[in-house]
């Protein structure tokens, strides 16, 4: 199973390659800093252009989602993109997971809610996202690991 991952980057990226480096599922690389910036320099349709090749052929797009995630314009538009092409979509908190400093996060909003549909829904009256269990970074972690496969089977289908 490969997946999309839809994150933060500025804040989350380190959380996050905690959860590729797990090996439960597989994601797309995850850019460092200067490759990140190597292609936002070349502005909107570069950005676009990445997002639908990283995104093609996956089997989901997983929002993993920390402190400023549901703030993030990019988050938006992979989460608009996976809604409009029908890919399953999940979502996954990951404010427990520490940063590079040790320190973990606080919850953030859902990331799903500020995608509005015509019907006055939003993408979060159907797609779940799934808070992982336990008080320490630790926890946490064996918490995504254990459930991350099963989070994304689950994944909500639109037909």
Not at 52 to 80: C, F, N, S
Not at 135 to 153: E, F, L, Q
Request: glycine share 8%.
């Amino acid at each position: 199973m490969a997946v999309y991952y839809s994150f933060h980057y500025t804040r989350d990226a380190w959380r996050v390659q905690q959860i590729v480096n797990m090996g439960v599922v597989e994601g797309q690389p995850i850019l460092n800093a200067q490759d990140w910036e190597s292609i936002k320099r070349q502005g909107t349709k570069a950005i676009e252009n990445w997002i639908a090749d990283q995104m093609k052929y996956k089997t989901a797009v997983v929002v993993l989602v920390g402190a400023e995630t549901h703030l993030r314009p990019w988050v938006k538009y992979e989460i608009t993109k996976a809604w409009n092409e029908k890919r399953p979509l999940v979502g996954i908190r990951i404010h427990g997971l520490a940063d590079s400093n040790g320190k973990t996060d606080t919850a953030g909003g859902n990331p799903f809610a500020q995608v509005k549909l015509q019907s006055g829904h939003t993408i979060a009256d159907y797609v779940s996202l799934h808070a992982p269990v336990g008080s320490t970074s630790s926890a946490v972690y064996t918490s995504i690991k254990n459930n991350i496969a099963s989070w994304v089977a689950g994944a909500y289908k639109r037909s």
